[in-house]
């Protein structure tokens, strides 16, 4: 299904797209579905759209993290620019391979330098 059809599709497509999911659900979605999510339905400016969905992404995403919890000194989804979004995470120890993608989203990891942090942007 194109993100045209998506866009003029029915309410009841729209209203599939719009709850909450589960991991599971998230990843039985076509490119383009979760295409519409992300630029269409998830926004910054109301958060608890998706949150649930974004949060079990997370969860799976620090699970399959080969990464001690006291070398992770965040891990989140936030927004960037207008409503771009991406898993954060800020590393202790640089050496720690991040994929810059998981579950199709982009992820973005950041290294602790001092009292900075320097990014290393998947988008």
């Known amino acids: 299904m194109s ?5 003029g599709s029915t309410q009841l497509d729209r209203a599939k797209l719009a709850k909450d999911l589960t991991f599971e659900e998230w990843m039985r979605l076509t490119d383009d579905e979760k295409r519409y999510v992300y630029k269409s339905v998830w926004n910054p400016r109301r958060p608890e759209i998706g949150a649930a969905t974004r949060e079990e992404i997370l969860k799976k995403f620090r699970e399959s993290l080969p990464v001690p919890d006291e070398d992770i000194i965040m891990l989140r989804y936030d927004y960037f620019g207008a409503c771009v979004g991406a898993i954060h995470i800020v590393l202790k120890n640089p050496t ?3 994929p810059s993608h998981f579950a199709w989203l982009p992820v973005n990891k950041g ?3 001092g009292d900075r942090i320097k990014w290393r942007w998947s988008l």
């Open 111 to 113: 290294v602790l330098k």
């Open 3 to 7: 993100l045209t059809m998506l866009e």
């Open 96 to 98: 720690h391979k991040i």
